[in-house]
Structure formats: structure tokens, C-alpha cells
């Protein structure tokens, strides 16, 4: 079950919500969101319920061992390993054996995993209550219970933002919802629904449209429309899978931090790391840089350090080389900007945004591609694909409707932060930009064309279920 489906917003939502109104106290609302986040996720996949309830019950334990100051070191030792073995053996050992395979001329046969959804986020979830208490035996939690609702809630358990246990302990122990708090979290999860419904779907059928494309089919012109697309999806898609958890947390009581802050803006590739995926990118600083030296051992240990993490993070996405060589590309760019072989004059001016969408273009087209063989397919046609057949140019212009050119351009501007820089400076110069009934017209239609959209609509993927 995903956010954006009419089951979610039309069913599970009104009825979840309508019977935590109804409770009288927070044990009994605990309750209900962890009961209901656990149904949530049976929608998904029954079959790994166990999972993620073995999941949780391991950290608890480790956890209690931790607070009891009882074999600290081997505590948090026995939680990571048993995290990552887990972790490691659902995700990556397909991949695993597939590189054995390649090196040593065997034909070891696949496991054929299916990948648990959302095994990457509740997993470092666990890890980093279990090391934050091994720092701080005072910040974790003898309830079982807690720890369940942690880890479980429904708005961040498929696909964050990653939250870490002492940054809503004491809203689970005691929250309130007020007015003001619920119209923001309807607000900001509308806001959510109509970037992933109206903005990321029209940008994805595209991008998916391109890379269907064989060599043949392809020119420069199609490489980098699909190319920019893709950069537009997967921006859209998971910065409004983050809005709507927000939103959502909002009304129930719940703050998480921001998760995204107009990456696409950035001058640098360090400046995009700090509005990208904001929890993700803390958890690898606090949990993988700083434990590994950090900036704190000269600048080759930093550069070691900094590729570590980076070839971590690719990793993290998924199990495929392209992952891997997407994250130390970012890793170089980083490296070479903290070494000034990138001059801080050219990141302090416009050309610094247009080199840095550069590299995130081309990052994500690697991302994006099936294998390194169609990546280079299409870098080879982006920077090589001049010649133009008639082929193309309807393929370019059925592509190329009305309604995707109105959606893509809507896209542009809100993904380079002009209309929200136009309203911002609107309500400096002159009050609230809208009064509030013109806000409830406005999310009104958006929410009203997310509905016409899903009646109509058959494509409606989520691309970080695959993470």
C-alpha cells in the first residue's frame, strides 16, 4: 500500500485516524498506530511481517543489555552484526554471488531473494537507537511497545525519512493535536500527493518511455530529455513520499525533521549532500564518517573516509554496480571540491549550479540505467547523438504532449525554488499571499486533481520501494 493509492487515502487513512480521535489516552493511541502501522505493512508483504517484528524484538533486547550496562561493547557488536547480516543477506547476496560468479568462472546458481520492503530504513533505524544508546544508556526505552511504534509508524516505515529514537521519544511518551498542527500535516501531505501524482508519474512515464530505447532509437535530444526527467522523478517522487510522512506525522501529533531542501539549487556537490535526502545523509556522518577519523586525520584520511561512505551510500541503494558507481561519483566531485581542485569562484556563481546539475544529471542517468551497458548507451548517445532521423523526432514529439509539457515545466520551476521564492518574497512585501480560504481553494483543486488523476491513471510507481 503506497500513500498515492485510493485504498490508503480513502480507507486505511479515515479509519486510522478516525478511531485515534476517538482513543482516550496516549497508551491506547500507541496501540492503535502500532497495530495499524503493522496491518500497513501486510499490505505490502504478509509474508515479512516476521522480519521486521524479529527486526525490532533484536534491537529491544540488545537494547535492554545496553541500558543494563551488561556486556556493553559485545551488546552493540552482536545488534550490528545481527542488523547487517540481515540486512546484508535479503539485499546484497544475489549480487554476491553473482561477482564470485564473474570472477571465478563458476555458475553458482541465484537465492532469487525478494527484497523485504523497507528493509534499508528500519534496519539502520534499529541500528542507530541501539548505537545511540550503547553513547547514552539514559536515551533508550524498556517498552516494548515503544519500540515497536518507533520503528513501525506507518508514515516513515516504507521509505523515511529515517528517524532516530530520541527525536520522538518524548512525543510517544506525550504529544498533543491541535488544529493548527492537523491543517499543516493536511496541507503539507496534500503537497506531497500532488508532486508524486501531477509531477514525478509524468515525469517517470517519460523517463521510462527513453530508456525502453534501444540505440538505435536514440539521439542526443531523446538521452537528455530522459535523462532530465528521470533527475525530475525521482526528486518529486521521494521529496513528496517525504512530505506526505511529515504531513502525516503532523497530524498525529508527530515532528520529523525535513528531508529534503531544493537539493537542485545547489552550487556544489557537498551543498547538494546537505539538502539531498537530509536523514539519510546525517545517519552515514554521525554513524560511518565520524566513528571512521571524519575530517580529524589529515586530508587523504578524509578523502578515504569520504569515498567509504559515499561507496556506502550507493550501496545502501540497491545491489547493482550502477549504485555503487553512482555513489563514488558523488564521492569524487566531493573529494575534488574539498582539495579546491574546483575553485570556490566558480562554485560562488552561476556556473557553479549549472556544473552541479551536470554531475547530478549524469549521476542519475547512471542511477537510473539497467546495467553499465545501457548507462553507456546513454551517455554515449547525450554527448554523441547528433544526428537526427525523422524516427526520433516523432518519438520526441509523442513524448512531448501538451499536457507533459505543461506538467514538466511546472516541475522545472518548483524543483529550482522560483515560485516558492515568489510567494515567500509576496508575503514579506504585502501579508499572507493568500488569505485562508484562497489556501483552502488551492489545496482543494490540488487534492481534487490527484483524485481525477488516480481514477484515470495506471502508472503509479514508487521508486524507493526498491530500497
Known amino acids: 500500500m503506497v500513500f498515492s493509492s485510493?485504498?490508503?487515502?480513502?480507507?486505511?487513512?479515515?479509519?486510522?485516524?478516525?478511531?485515534?480521535?476517538?482513543?482516550?489516552?496516549?497508551?491506547?493511541?500507541?496501540?492503535?498506530?502500532?497495530?495499524?502501522?503493522?496491518?500497513?505493512?501486510?499490505?505490502g508483504q504478509l509474508r515479512c511481517l516476521p522480519l521486521l517484528l524479529a527486526s525490532v524484538l533484536v534491537n529491544y533486547l540488545f537494547g535492554l543489555c545496553l541500558i543494563s550496562n551488561r556486556g556493553?561493547?559485545?551488546?552493540?557488536?552482536?545488534?550490528?552484526?545481527?542488523?547487517?547480516?540481515?540486512?546484508?543477506?535479503?539485499?546484497?547476496?544475489?549480487?554476491?554471488?553473482?561477482?564470485?560468479?564473474a570472477l571465478s568462472g563458476l555458475d553458482l546458481p541465484l537465492f532469487g531473494i525478494t527484497l523485504p520492503i523497507g528493509i534499508s530504513f528500519y534496519t539502520f533505524q534499529g541500528l542507530s537507537y541501539v548505537i545511540d544508546v550503547y553513547r547514552d544508556p539514559k536515551s533508550g526505552t524498556r517498552s516494548l511497545g515503544k519500540l515497536i511504534l518507533y520503528i513501525s509508524f506507518?508514515?516513515?516505515?516504507?521509505?523515511?525519512?529515517?528517524?532516530?529514537?530520541?527525536?520522538?521519544?518524548?512525543?510517544?511518551?506525550?504529544?498533543?493535536?491541535t488544529p493548527e498542527g492537523t491543517l499543516f500535516g493536511l496541507r503539507r501531505f496534500i503537497t506531497g500527493l500532488g508532486k508524486k501524482l501531477l509531477l514525478a508519474n509524468t515525469a517517470g512515464q517519460v523517463a521510462d518511455a527513453v530508456f525502453a530505447l534501444t540505440a538505435g532509437q536514440l539521439d542526443a535530444r531523446l538521452a537528455w530529455l530522459g535523462a532530465v526527467c528521470y533527475t525530475l522523478q525521482i526528486y518529486f517522487d521521494?521529496?513528496?513520499?517525504?512530505?506526505?510522512?511529515?504531513?502525516?506525522?503532523?497530524?498525529?501529533?508527530?515532528?520529523?525533521?525535513?528531508?529534503?531542501?531544493?537539493?537542485?539549487?545547489?552550487?556544489?556537490?557537498?551543498?547538494?549532500?546537505?539538502?539531498?535526502?537530509?536523514?539519510?545523509?546525517?545517519?552515514?556522518?554521525?554513524?560511518?564518517?565520524?566513528?571512521?577519523?571524519?575530517?580529524?586525520?589529515?586530508?587523504?584520511?578524509?578523502g578515504v573516509n569520504k569515498f567509504i561512505v559515499f561507496f556506502t551510500t550507493g550501496l545502501w541503494h540497491g545491489a547493482n554496480w550502477t549504485f555503487v558507481l553512482w555513489g563514488l561519483w558523488h564521492g569524487l566531485f566531493s573529494t575534488l571540491e574539498d582539495a579546491g581542485l574546483i575553485p570556490k569562484w566558480l562554485r560562488n556563481s552561476f556556473l557553479g549550479h549549472l556544473y552541479t546539475m551536470l554531475v547530478v544529471v549524469l549521476g542519475?542517468?547512471?542511477?537510473?540505467?539497467?546495467?553499465?551497458?545501457?548507462?553507456?548507451?546513454?551517455?554515449?548517445?547525450?554527448?554523441?547523438?547528433?544526428?537526427?532521423?525523422?524516427?526520433?523526432?516523432?518519438?520526441?514529439?509523442?513524448?512531448?504532449?501538451?499536457?507533459?509539457?505543461?506538467s514538466l515545466t511546472a516541475a522545472l520551476l518548483l524543483a529550482f525554488g522560483l515560485p516558492q521564492r515568489l510567494a515567500k518574497r509576496a508575503s514579506s512585501e504585502a501579508g499572507p499571499a493568500l488569505t485562508q480560504g484562497g489556501q483552502a481553494?488551492?489545496?482543494?483543486?490540488?487534492?481534487a486533481l490527484c483524485v481525477l488523476n488516480l481514477s484515470k491513471a495506471t502508472f503509479n510507481p514508487f521508486i524507493y520501494f526498491q530500497f
Open 6 to 43: 485510493p485504498i490508503f487515502l480513502f480507507a486505511f487513512l479515515p479509519v486510522v485516524y478516525l478511531i485515534y480521535q476517538l482513543l482516550p489516552g496516549v497508551r491506547s493511541r500507541n496501540f492503535w498506530l502500532a497495530l495499524a502501522s503493522l496491518v500497513f505493512y501486510t499490505f
Open 72 to 101: 556493553r561493547k559485545l551488546a552493540v557488536a552482536g545488534a550490528v552484526v545481527c542488523n547487517l547480516l540481515a540486512l546484508g543477506g535479503f539485499k546484497y547476496l544475489d549480487f554476491l554471488v553473482s561477482i564470485v560468479n
Open 154 to 177: 506507518f508514515p516513515q516505515l516504507i521509505a523515511g525519512p529515517i528517524i532516530k529514537y530520541h527525536d520522538v521519544s518524548l512525543q510517544i511518551d506525550s504529544r498533543e493535536i
Open 238 to 302: 521521494f521529496s513528496g513520499y517525504s512530505d506526505m510522512a511529515i504531513g502525516l506525522g503532523a497530524m498525529f501529533g508527530f515532528t520529523f525533521r525535513e528531508n529534503f531542501d531544493l537539493p537542485y539549487i545547489s552550487r556544489s556537490i557537498k551543498e547538494f549532500w546537505r539538502r539531498w535526502h537530509i536523514s539519510l545523509s546525517t545517519w552515514f556522518r554521525e554513524y560511518l564518517y565520524i566513528p571512521l577519523g571524519g575530517n580529524r586525520k589529515g586530508a587523504f584520511r578524509t
Open 364 to 406: 542519475f542517468t547512471l542511477f537510473r540505467a539497467d546495467s553499465l551497458g545501457a548507462a553507456w548507451i546513454m551517455f554515449s548517445q547525450m554527448f554523441t547523438g547528433f544526428s537526427v532521423s525523422p524516427a526520433n523526432t516523432l518519438t520526441l514529439i509523442a513524448l512531448l504532449d501538451a499536457k507533459t509539457v505543461c
Open 441 to 447: 481553494l488551492l489545496y482543494a483543486g490540488i487534492f
